[in-house]
Structure formats: structure tokens, C-alpha cells
């Protein structure tokens, strides 16, 4: 499966909502453009079955791998898009005693923000 991996639910939700509004727009204005040459018309229901179609086949090349998330997978099974779904990575992070006479802060249980005050 083509794709490149989305490693944040936030990341997919607004990549669904963008190519929502993105093909939305690109299915009206196409079908503006056909009513304004009377061309063939499409109903307010094939409109937006197109809309639909187009989404789903867009999201499902663009998303080959997605983080588990139970919201995710509802949305995509919503959507009818088969995703394949990368467990969540766990860092465990175990408080170490301090040397005697150091005063130790861990700010937000961060590794990365853990600081030392002397």
C-alpha cells in the first residue's frame, strides 16, 4: 500500500477535513463550470456521492499507515478506507535519585525537559 506514514491523530483528522473541503470545492466549481456551458448536470445526490468517491480514493493512496487510534479507526472505517495501522510507540521514563546534595526537578515527566538544580 502506497502511502506515507501519519503518526498523529491530529495529523489525519485534519488531512481528512482538508480533502474535504478541497474536493468539495473542486466538485462545485467543476459543476458550475458545466452548468454554465449546459453541459450534463449533475442532482444535489450524485454531486455528492462524487465528492464522497473522490475523498475515499484520494485518502486512501495518500494514507498508507496511521497511528492507532480507536477514533481513527472509526473515522476510517466510516469513510470505507482500509489503512494499515502503526502501534503507538511507549517510552518508559523511570525517575533516577539524585546524587546527594543535588536537588532534582522532572518538569512534565519529560526526559527531554528534565533538569538538574544545584
Known amino acids: 500500500m502506497g502511502g506515507k506514514?501519519?503518526?498523529?491523530?491530529?495529523?489525519?483528522?485534519?488531512?481528512?477535513?482538508?480533502?474535504?473541503?478541497?474536493?468539495?470545492?473542486?466538485?462545485?466549481?467543476?459543476?458550475?463550470?458545466?452548468?454554465?456551458?449546459?453541459?450534463?448536470?449533475?442532482?444535489?445526490?450524485?454531486?455528492?456521492?462524487?465528492?464522497?468517491?473522490?475523498?475515499?480514493?484520494?485518502?486512501?493512496?495518500?494514507?498508507?499507515?496511521?497511528?492507532?487510534?480507536?477514533?481513527?479507526?472509526v473515522l476510517m472505517s466510516r469513510l470505507n478506507i482500509e489503512v494499515s495501522y502503526q502501534s503507538k510507540h511507549i517510552t518508559w521514563i523511570k525517575w533516577i535519585n539524585p546524587e546527594e546534595d543535588v536537588i532534582m526537578l522532572n518538569w512534565q515527566g519529560n526526559e527531554e525537559m528534565a533538569f538538574l538544580v544545584r
Open 5 to 73: 506514514i501519519v503518526n498523529n491523530m491530529n495529523t489525519t483528522k485534519s488531512e481528512v477535513w482538508r480533502t474535504f473541503v478541497a474536493a468539495t470545492i473542486h466538485k462545485i466549481w467543476a459543476e458550475r463550470g458545466r452548468r454554465r456551458m449546459n453541459q450534463m448536470k449533475y442532482t444535489t445526490q450524485e454531486l455528492c456521492s462524487k465528492i464522497v468517491n473522490d475523498m475515499q480514493l484520494y485518502l486512501q493512496r495518500r494514507l498508507g499507515e496511521v497511528e492507532d487510534y480507536i477514533e481513527l479507526r
